[in-house]
């Protein structure tokens, strides 16, 4: 193709497109832009164009282009013809999402389609295609399932779900459940019943660590159903390249029916969808944290809206923005009330550390009446779970003599002493040493570790309990490839008596084993500034509750121990009775005094500079760019790790009592703050963060 540049009035008959392509909001460049092609393309379709000195993929999108009068427009360099154009309804949620988190149109398209399709020619992306179409249908004939006979709360959701296929969907609906209760059973009828009506099926989980056990669920079930290749498919950050590009190619194509995955998934191109299932949908890890901050949860429920699809919405302790919903009835409860098989959840002890008598060993997270407890377990042959949301040896080395402790010199935050590998580590910015063998500020020999992390526990539990197997779980003993997995088998093989491990063990993970868990020290996130805090920590431990006493056929009960200071702190007090519907409407009644979300509406401007005067005096200006008696804007604050690598972090919160107030303001307010950016030049980084999850 013709690389010269075509004005206007010779372009003959050729047509103007517009094309979203990837210039990032700051140019302030927000909507798609215009080219000239010989051909007109359906919109959706995929091409390669040029901007700047660079080539770029990009999107034609929809709607009529209105270059300026007499401007010269480039020519479209290629484009993907082999490729089916992505459908109205893709650009539409893409339209919604990047309008709403405030970031243009291209720079979302191309963060959230496949990397590889960047990379590729026409030519070569065809190619791919055609051995998609080689791939061979599996000849042999499969049993059927095996299904379950639903229990009436089950059977009664699946039904709800069943009408919402046939009639076109309405309100959301928000599955209820504890652990084991039967969602997941509940997701694959719903699942058979969509495909049934030949539709395809979107199943979001939040990590990927979770797909595995689900896709290997999910394919058990319905590998007689959908014999094809691809017919099942998970997309997520940690398949290969091609890998992903060969599963979203195949959604794309209508071709794989369910597909499984992480928030990223929220954004395949899935031409026949008709049901869309989000697990654990309270869970944090929804939410994007940098780039395009999207929340997968919100936009699923956006995009089932758009199609008149139903979406199911499950968790054991639902977000607050979700119950709400389900309170204020813009949202449909089903209720699973108990779990399946009458296995009982786990009885509470809430263990009170003011109780034990001051010399014995409070600075120690092992109370000898836990190592009592684990003991037991263990001479019954039973696992526990030992969990402590913090990884590393200690959090913090300290001098005795000249009170030095082991801060990192780049960030507002103490370097974690790893003992295995011997260095001192910050968590933030990964500024990494060896351990000095001495005070490095007076000399003194004597420096100790102070609190503790998941290693120092699992050195005490093994020292405390000679012979247990004892296991670490968290993301420094799960750092390469495969370990993970090898470490959840080992567990599931019964090959460990002890588990100790941090969040990342609490998640889904179906152990059948464990009857004993217990959480050392989670009292910190009582008194957080963090308002989300305690719904996380309640979370969190009906999670790690959840893990115990799966098993119903076990004789003795399970148990879960939490150790704190605060006993009679509400949320524990709900915590000991199971009682999410108590803690959530606690929290919500404190939310709507204090006018926190889901009763008000929150967006953040963060700035970072190499000084927090420079991050501080843009913020100061951006609150003054926009006065709206509407719409609240905070004094800018220091961020909770306020420097990290040698940079200052500040944050302002923008509160608004109506959803479209705070949208209108925002989108005047993002491209004032475009411009206003280019005065303070000394601001390295800026971003706004819309319905921010962690404050
Ligand atoms: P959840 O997703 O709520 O944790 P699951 O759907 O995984 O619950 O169900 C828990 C266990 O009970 C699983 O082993 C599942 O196979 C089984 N199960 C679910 N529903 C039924 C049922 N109706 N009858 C018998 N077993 C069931
Ligand atoms: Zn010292
Ligand atoms: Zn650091």
Not at 90 to 106: I, K, N, T
Not at 123 to 151: G, S, T
Not at 252 to 266: I, K
Request: glycine share 6%.
């Amino acid at each position: 193709m013709k690389r010269t540049e075509l004005g206007l009035a010779d372009s003959g008959p050729g047509a103007v497109l517009r094309v979203a392509v990837d210039a990032p909001q700051h140019s302030g460049l927000k909507g798609p832009l215009d080219y000239a092609s010989e051909q007109a393309l359906a919109s959706g379709s995929l091409v390669r164009v040029p901007l700047g000195k660079r080539e770029l993929l990009g999107v034609v999108w929809p709607g009529a282009a209105e270059p300026a009068e007499g401007l010269a427009l480039k020519p479209v360099a290629a484009v993907f013809d082999a490729l089916p154009p992505l459908g109205a309804d893709w650009c539409r949620l893409l339209d919604f999402a990047a309008g709403y988190y405030q970031r243009s149109v291209g720079e979302l398209a191309s963060a959230v389609l496949p990397p590889q399709l960047r990379e590729l020619s026409p030519a070569q992306l065809a190619a791919r295609l055609r051995k998609l179409d080689r791939k061979p249908a599996k000849a042999v004939a499969l049993p059927e399932p095996v299904r379950p006979e639903l229990a009436p709360e089950q059977a009664a959701a699946v039904a709800r779900i069943g009408a919402q296929i046939a009639d076109g969907a309405a309100k959301p609906l928000l599955l209820f459940g504890v652990t084991g209760s039967g969602k997941t059973e509940v997701y694959l009828r719903a699942a058979e019943a969509a495909l049934a009506a030949g539709r395809q099926v979107l199943v979001l989980v939040p990590e990927i660590n979770l797909t595995p056990q689900l896709e290997a669920r999910f394919t058990e079930r319905f590998a007689a159903l959908l014999p094809e290749p691809l017919a099942i498919v998970s997309l997520h950050s940690a398949l290969t390249p091609a890998q992903r590009l060969q599963n979203w190619l195949a959604a794309h194509l209508g071709r794989a029916r369910l597909v499984l995955g992480t928030r990223l998934a929220v954004f395949a191109s899935l031409p026949k969808l008709g049901l869309i299932v989000v697990d654990e949908e309270h869970d944090p890890s929804y939410k994007q944290q940098d780039g395009a901050r999207y929340s997968a949860r919100d936009l699923a429920v956006w995009r089932a809206h758009d199609l008149r699809v139903p979406v199911v919405l499950g968790s054991a302790t639902p977000s607050l923005e979700s119950w709400q919903h389900a309170e204020s009835g813009r949202y449909e409860r089903l209720t699973l009330a108990a779990r399946i098989g009458g296995g009982a959840l786990p009885k509470v002890r809430l263990f009170d550390m003011k109780a034990l008598p001051p010399s014995a060993g409070v600075t120690t997270a092992l109370t000898a009446p836990l190592l009592a407890a684990l003991k037991e377990r263990l001479a019954r042959g039973e696992q526990s779970l030992v969990f402590l949301n913090r990884r590393g040896y200690a959090p913090v080395l300290h001098c005795g003599e000249c009170q030095w402790k082991s801060d990192c010199p780049h960030c507002s935050a103490w370097r974690v002493f790893h003992k295995r590998d011997r260095t001192l580590r910050c968590h933030h910015c990964g500024f990494t040493e060896r351990v000095p063998h001495a005070c490095p500020n007076c000399g003194n020999h004597d420096i100790a570790p102070i609190g503790r992390g998941t290693e120092r526990l699992e050195e005490q539990l093994a020292e405390a309990l000679p012979g247990a197997r004892v296991l670490r779980i968290d993301a420094d003993s799960t750092r390469r490839k495969g370990e993970l997995e090898a470490q959840l088998q080992a567990v599931h093989d019964g090959e460990v008596d002890i588990l100790v491990g941090t969040q990342m063990v609490t998640k889904g993970h179906d152990f059948r084993r464990i009857r004993f868990v217990a959480a050392v020290n989670p009292d910190g996130a009582l008194f957080s500034s963090d308002f989300r805090a305690p719904e996380r920590l309640f979370a969190l431990l009906m999670q790690a509750g959840g893990r115990a006493g799966r098993d119903a056929a076990g004789e003795s009960a399970s148990e879960m121990w939490v150790q704190t200071w605060h006993r009679d702190h509400p949320l524990y007090q709900a915590l000991a009775r199971h009682d999410y519907v108590r803690f959530a409407g606690d929290q919500l009644a404190e939310r709507r005094s204090a006018s926190l979300p889901p009763f008000s509406h929150l967006a953040l401007l963060r700035a970072e500079a190499r000084t927090a005067d420079a991050a501080k005096a843009f913020l100061d200006a951006a609150a003054a760019l926009l006065p709206d008696a509407q719409v609240l804007v905070y004094p800018p604050v220091p961020h909770a790790v306020a420097r990290v690598a040698d940079v200052e972090r500040m944050q302002m919160l923008v509160e608004a009592g109506q959803r479209v107030r705070l949208q209108a303001f925002l989108r005047e307010w993002v491209p004032a703050l475009i411009a206003l950016k280019r005065e303070h030049k000394a601001v390295l980084r800026w971003a706004v963060d819309v319905d921010p999850l962690a404050i």
